[in-house]
């Protein structure tokens, strides 16, 4: 049985995934947008965590290394954190070459309790 706490964090989880569930994911070096992916919704919530379906492959618009990410809708914009592992928005690679491709390996929320 879920707890009130875990209830209410795949709540959360949940409107956020309605919120953002076609939403443009910009990868940032910065102020400079370095590939712009669009989203295609998102997994069922589990303990507070949410994941977003597969993400397409984009062109990359710019060089440098990306340091940030965002998603944005007419729901807002939410920052995320970016690495190879362990980040919000898990990339191949940080290293950003123009006209090259963009790939997503994951892209989780996680909502305290």
């Known amino acids: 049985m879920a707890t009130g706490d875990t209830t209410a964090r795949n709540s959360r989880a949940s409107d956020f995934a309605s919120d953002y569930s076609t939403a443009t994911l910009t990868i940032l070096d910065g102020a400079t ?3 712009t992916h669009t989203l295609a ?3 069922a919530p589990a ?3 949410i994941t977003a379906s597969a993400i397409a492959d984009a062109t990359i ?3 440098g ?3 940030s990410a965002t998603i944005s809708d007419t729901a807002g914009t939410y920052t995320l954190t970016v690495g190879t592992s362990g980040a919000d ?3 191949s690679t940080l290293t950003y070459v123009s006209g090259e491709t963009s790939s997503i390996s994951s892209l989780t929320v ?3 309790a």
């Open 33 to 35: 947008t370095l590939a």
């Open 41 to 43: 919704g998102f997994g």
């Open 47 to 49: 303990t507070g965590v």
């Open 61 to 63: 618009a710019a060089s």
């Open 65 to 67: 290394t990306a340091d």
């Open 89 to 91: 928005l898990n990339l």
């Open 110 to 112: 996680t909502f305290p």
